[in-house]
Antibody, heavy 117, light 110 residues
Framework: EVQLVESGGGLVQPGGSLRLSCAASGFTFGGSWMSWARQAPGKGLEWVANINQGGSVKHYVDSVKGRFTISRDNAKTSLYLQMNSLRAEDTAVYYC??????????WGQGTVVTVSS | QSVVTQPPSASGTPGQRVTISCSGSSSNIGSNTVNWYQHLPGTAPKLLIYSNNQRPSGVPDRFSGSKSGTSASLAISGLQSEDEADYYCAAWDDSLIGHVFGGGTKLTVL
């Protein structure tokens, strides 16, 4: 079964850091682009970042550039999102997705990140 | 404010046909394929249409997509109560160098 399972969410103070993880199974992880997307409370979906199969190409939405870092470990079939200098507006459900030719065809259930003092 | 625009809401009665529009620009919809997602609260989003008009296996043929120039649309025929959800279009943006989602359309089945 193709599956993505996120973890690492939680409550963090403004300015703090958090590392999200996504465990992939059921498909050739190392052959897939991967993305993170998020949905803030009461808002729509927003793409956050993506990474190519080998980890050499990464793209970010402007609002997280310089603060978030996407990475992957193909040996562990895992995707990561290191989030630093967190702001209240980063509060959201964060989803790990498989990015197949630009379409997000597999999604995890999401992990909740709350940035608040 | 998203660079891709969708109506915030749409509605229809069971059995009706509903369309949801998605308007972008030459840097996104105009030069890249459009994908559509269905999102029910509390669940993972689901890919509904990819490459403008292709349905993943398991998606009923009641759902169809089209694209013309810098606009796209999702049509749902034979509307059912279970279709009540949020719908998002998305595309790669060559100027922003990233994916962009539309603001989403909340579909209500009356």
């Amino acid at each position: 079964e193709v599956q993505l399972v996120e973890s690492g969410g939680g409550l963090v103070q403004p300015g703090g850091s958090l590392r999200l993880s996504c465990a992939a199974s059921g498909f050739t992880f190392g052959g897939s682009w991967m993305s993170w997307a998020r949905q803030a409370p009461g808002k729509g979906l927003e793409w956050v970042a993506n990474i190519n199969q080998g980890g050499s190409v990464k793209h970010y939405v402007d609002s997280v550039k310089g603060r978030f870092t996407i990475s992957r470990d193909n040996a562990k079939t895992s995707l990561y999102l290191q989030m630093n200098s967190l702001r209240a507006e980063d509060t959201a459900v964060y989803y790990c997705t498989r990015d197949t030719s630009g379409a997000f065809d597999v999604w995890g259930q999401g992990t909740v990140v709350t940035v608040s003092s | 404010q998203s660079v891709v625009t969708q109506p915030p809401s749409a509605s229809g009665t069971p059995g009706q046909r509903v369309t949801i529009s998605c308007s972008g620009s030459s840097s996104n919809i105009g030069s890249n394929t459009v994908n559509w997602y269905q999102h029910l609260p509390g669940t993972a989003p689901k890919l509904l249409i990819y490459s403008n008009n292709q349905r993943p296996s398991g998606v009923p043929d009641r759902f169809s997509g089209s694209k013309s120039g810098t606009s796209a649309s999702l049509a749902i025929s034979g509307l059912q109560s279970e279709d009540e959800a949020d719908y998002y279009c998305a595309a790669w943006d060559d100027s922003l160098i990233g994916h962009v989602f539309g603001g989403g359309t909340k579909l209500t089945v009356l």
